[in-house]
């Protein structure tokens, strides 16, 4: 079963505008979220994570927010970039219990000049 | 290269054969994961290593996968009796800091895309 879910598959922005991709997970035990961004036929580079005991990561023009209580995460990205344009995966992962990340199936974002 | 090395790029096999996956971790990285994507899907978890032993193999499907790590550097992922269920992009990353932490610095490979016929 999908613990994490994506559930937009792809996203249009416009250069300049904010692009905001989401995810839920059900797995109350996850305590601990990434987000990846995937270019075609290169593997997924680490981009931001956010640990449970936060609500809001801030990274250049990528923030995270956490909403435990909706066990729903966001990543905003401002301005959004053509060069942003990629598939991008949340993973969450429960620290005291195991190595797996658990990955959403991804949202492809197209940044349009 | 200083990146993480996956070999073969591709590899195409008949049902019911035997592969071997290498992934050639960046020098000095204790931690290495395997993950595989198939196709619509996000990456799903197989194994950690944690220098030469497998940490966490909970995500290997059945019997007929298993990975080894003899010197704590170069991993191989092995395939027995491959099904055509078995096809998919199989990643590997490897990571100066261990454990779920370890994702934060973790450089993923291209993966080798596997294709069972």
């Known amino acids: 079963d999908q613990q994490v879910k994506q559930n937009s598959p792809s996203l249009s922005v416009q250069e300049g505008r904010i692009s905001i991709l989401n995810c839920d997970y059900t797995?109350?035990?996850?305590?601990?979220f990434l987000w990846y961004k995937k270019y075609p036929a290169e593997g997924p580079t680490f981009l931001i994570s956010?640990?449970?005991?936060?609500d809001k990561n801030e990274d250049g023009r990528f923030t995270v927010f956490l909403n435990k209580s909706a066990k729903h995460l966001s990543l905003h990205i401002v301005p959004s970039q053509p060069g942003d344009s990629a598939v991008y995966f949340c993973a969450a992962s429960a620290i005291n219990s195991g190595y797996a990340l658990n990955f959403g199936k991804g949202t492809s974002l197209l940044v349009t000049p | 290269g200083a990146g993480v090395s996956q070999t073969p790029s591709n590899k195409v096999t008949e049902k019911g054969k035997y592969v071997e996956l290498r992934c050639d971790p960046i020098s000095g990285h204790t931690a290495l994961y395997w993950y595989r994507q198939s196709l619509g899907q996000g990456p799903e978890f197989l194994i950690y290593?944690?220098?030469?032993?497998?940490?966490?193999d909970s995500g290997l499907p059945n019997d007929r996968f298993f990975a080894v790590r003899p010197e704590g550097s170069v991993s191989t992922l092995k395939i027995q009796r491959t099904e055509r269920g078995d096809s998919a992009v199989y990643l590997c990353?490897?990571?100066?800091?261990?454990?779920?932490?370890?994702?934060?610095?973790?450089?993923f490979g291209q993966g080798t895309r596997l294709t069972v016929v």
């Open positions: 956010i640990s449970s005991i936060k």
């Open positions: 990353a490897s990571s100066t800091r261990t454990g779920v932490l370890g994702y934060t610095e973790a450089f």
């Open positions: 797995n109350s035990m996850f305590d601990y």
């Open positions: 290593f944690q220098g030469t032993g497998a940490a966490d």
